[in-house]
């Protein structure tokens, strides 16, 4: 349920405060490879705690394994080549493109209702 939760309130977020997002990232690729750790520092922690606690392999549950994994490894890009992370990841963020963060939003709100059946299913 945390990952449901989580995504759930990143996602309402995206969609009220699109601009904000991108201002947001924007600040951090500014902050060169200190940017990049913050974010990894904002994704892999939630990636290790569903890698860690949900390793399933089968079914719908798998997509939740597959977010987790793929959280942990955009966390190791972005401390360990910090530099292509400012350049493929946070640099294509803009101001201009905030709408994508809606899109996002969108998004990230049909996975917390994923994630919520597959824990409320039990």
Do not use: D
């Not at 997002?21 to 904002?42: C, D």
């Amino acid at each position: 349920m945390l990952a449901a939760v989580c995504y759930f309130v990143i996602g309402v977020s995206h969609l009220a405060q699109p601009r904000a997002w991108a201002e947001f990232f924007v600040e951090m690729r500014g902050r060169g490879e200190v940017g990049s750790f913050q974010n990894a520092l904002l994704h892999f922690p939630l990636g290790a705690i569903i890698v860690s606690f949900h390793n399933v392999w089968t079914g719908l549950p798998l997509i939740l394994t597959l977010v987790g994994w793929g959280l942990v490894l955009k966390g190791l890009l972005y401390f360990t080549l910090p530099k292509y992370g400012l350049r493929k990841g946070l640099g294509m963020v803009s101001v201009e493109k905030a709408g994508g963060f809606a899109v996002a939003g969108v998004f990230a709100i049909a996975l917390s209702a994923l994630f919520a059946y597959l824990a409320l299913r039990r």
